[in-house]
């Protein structure tokens, strides 16, 4: 039997501009403009202050490794994946999302906490889920370090 496809996101009135961003290839997240706070997962009103004089804006897309766990048992539609990384990165802007990291081995020889992150996007059902992968920027920051 074929294994069902990955699960695919439903955006929700709350939820629609962020997809409409990953569609273009952007990272957006809500900023509140009484107390200058990023947050997620999006939401009509400030976490923080509780205002709803919120506004969406693109972000850096770049974050750091939070934590991780390494699954090893995926759920009917990932088993060609496994081992896969399940984690929740820090974006540069405060956020914490939960996401995967890709590009790099599930192994915690490959996988270090603090490590510099970017976004990147991977089509799941029509729909453009944000993954991260290590930063190419230090990637070569490193170059410099051991040039
Ligand atoms: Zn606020």
Redesign the pocket.
């Known amino acids: 039997m074929a294994d069902p496809a990955k699960p695919t996101p439903h955006p929700t009135p709350e939820t629609q501009p962020f997809w409409d961003a990953t569609a273009l290839g952007e990272l957006h997240l809500q900023r ?1 403009r ?2 200058d ?1 990023h947050y997620f997962p999006p939401r009509p009103f ?1 976490p ?2 509780h ?1 709803d004089d919120v506004v969406w804006e693109r972000c850096s897309g770049r974050g750091r490794l939070h934590t991780y766990m390494i699954n090893h048992r995926p759920p009917p539609g990932w088993r060609d994946e496994a081992p896969y990384t399940i984690a929740v990165v820090e974006l540069e802007e405060g956020p914490r999302m939960m996401s995967n990291i890709v590009g790099v081995e599930a192994s915690p020889e490959s996988l270090e906490l603090d490590m510099e992150l970017e976004v990147t996007f991977e089509d799941q059902g029509g729909m453009q889920v944000p993954k991260f992968r290590p930063a190419t920027a230090a990637v070569a920051q490193t170059g410099e370090v051991v040039a």
């Open positions: 509140c009484a107390c706070t400030c923080h202050c205002t």
